[in-house]
């Protein structure tokens, strides 16, 4: 048996309890009121929000599933789907912006996605634009969540709708090669480049190619979508590890794609102690 294996019987209850702990610890965002009748949150806290803040018009940028309707909610539905990481056209966005701004005179608009990080910050900070709001993505980020708004293309695609060239300047991520790592991030072989820069959390470093999760020869400090990994120690296996004990716990919590990198990375930390004895 493994060292691992070997640790995780002996302390199972602890590690649950203490991946429960960071995991509440990090928690980067509760659904918010943004603005006077605008909400920001994520896909699982929405039908919560509806329940309680009686909201009138649901804004999904990733999915919504018809459980919606066992909350009691009657009200509009303005679907305005976007890829992770991605962004809408420029003729999309207004026409998405424009039906928000004039529904918040009278009714609670509540928009979100899978995290409530990227798209969400992303329409969020457009809209703020809109009414007169001089650097949106702070605003988002101070009143809603330090971590939305999550790539160069959606601060590009804010700067270049509201005009404000400024913007791009100011958040420009230094991200290089792909958004996501590449498949070697993930460990299932091949060859990517992660984005080693992180503009609004601070941590620099140099880009590499990076290989296979899967070799035990790749060198530390290799990130992939955005998080630092130790040599041998794939954030794949982090992710099984995290997943084995929330389901453990009993408790409904976020996923380990709901989490934000902040989180991500202390989780990630946190296993990797276990892994080598240290916790």
């Not at 099984?240 to 004990?245: A, P, V």
Request: net charge neutral; with cysteine.
């Amino acid at each position: 048996m493994s060292k691992r294996n070997k640790k995780k019987n002996k302390n199972k209850t602890n590690n649950v309890l203490e991946a429960k702990n960071i995991w509440a610890s990090t928690a980067c965002h509760k659904p918010t009121e943004i603005i006077p009748n605008l909400y920001l949150c994520k896909e699982r806290q929405v039908k919560d929000l509806v329940k309680e803040k009686k909201i009138d018009v649901l804004v999904p940028l990733a999915e919504l599933g018809g459980e919606i309707w066992n909350t009691g909610f009657c009200g509009e539905v303005l679907y305005y789907p976007i890829e992770d990481y991605g962004v809408l056209p420029q003729s999309i966005l207004k026409r998405c912006v424009t039906d928000i701004i004039s529904r918040l005179k009278t009714k609670k608009v509540a928009i979100f996605c899978l995290g409530g990080h990227g798209r969400t910050g992303y329409v969020a900070a457009c809209v703020l634009g809109k009414l007169g709001y001089d650097d949106p993505i702070r605003t988002v980020r101070n009143k809603y969540c330090k971590s939305a708004i999550e790539c160069n293309e959606q601060v590009e695609s804010i700067a270049t709708f509201l005009n404000k060239p400024h913007l791009k300047e100011t958040y420009h991520m230094a991200n290089y090669g792909y958004r996501y790592g590449g498949y070697g991030g993930y460990g299932y072989g091949g060859y990517g480049y992660g984005s080693l820069y992180n503009d609004y959390i601070n941590i620099p470093y140099q880009p590499y190619q990076i290989s296979s999760f899967t070799t035990s020869t790749k060198e530390e400090g290799v990130e992939s979508e955005h998080i630092i990994t130790k040599a041998g120690f794939p954030e794949y296996t982090a992710r099984k590890w995290y997943e084995e004990d929330m389901s453990a716990s009993g408790e409904e919590v976020e996923s380990w794609d709901e989490l934000d990198v902040n989180s991500r990375q202390k989780m990630y930390d946190f296993y990797y102690a276990v892994a080598i004895g240290d916790c």
